[in-house]
């Protein structure tokens, strides 16, 4: 079974960076698709991108601000996140999406929280 962790969540000013990270462990030869969400308090959990098959895809809101990327030597996903805005102050989550036994499961992170504030 994969099992994620995040990192790298945090205080930023309006117009900063952040990079936030995601390891899978264990089972990750059958991870079919990477990425991450994000859920705002009184909102519902969203997709911000994710990597399926070598093709990426964004939501509207972050397109050109936001990167994601998979290293599969470390097991690791990134999403970079650049000209940060206060709407995108959320918890973010890490998804894997595992292929066993013959039927596919969501796996999620632990979540980490980014904070957009002046």
């Known amino acids: 079974q994969v099992h994620l962790v995040e990192s790298g969540g945090g205080l930023v000013q309006p117009g900063g960076s952040l990079r936030l990270s995601c390891a899978a462990s264990?089972?990750?030869?059958?991870?079919?698709?990477m990425g991450w969400y994000r859920q705002a308090p009184g909102k519902e959990r969203e997709l911000v991108a994710i990597?399926?098959?070598?093709?990426?895809t964004y939501a509207d809101s972050v397109k050109g601000r936001f990167s994601i990327a998979r290293d599969n030597a470390k097991n690791t996903a990134y999403l970079q996140m650049n000209s940060l805005k206060p709407e995108d102050t959320a918890a973010y989550y890490c998804?894997?999406?595992?292929?066993?036994?013959?039927?596919?499961?969501?796996?999620w992170g632990q979540g980490t929280q980014v904070t957009v504030s002046s």
């Open positions: 998804y894997a999406k595992e292929l066993r036994s013959g039927r596919y499961f969501n796996i």
């Open positions: 990597i399926t098959g070598g093709i990426t």
């Open positions: 264990g089972s990750i030869f059958s991870i079919n698709a």
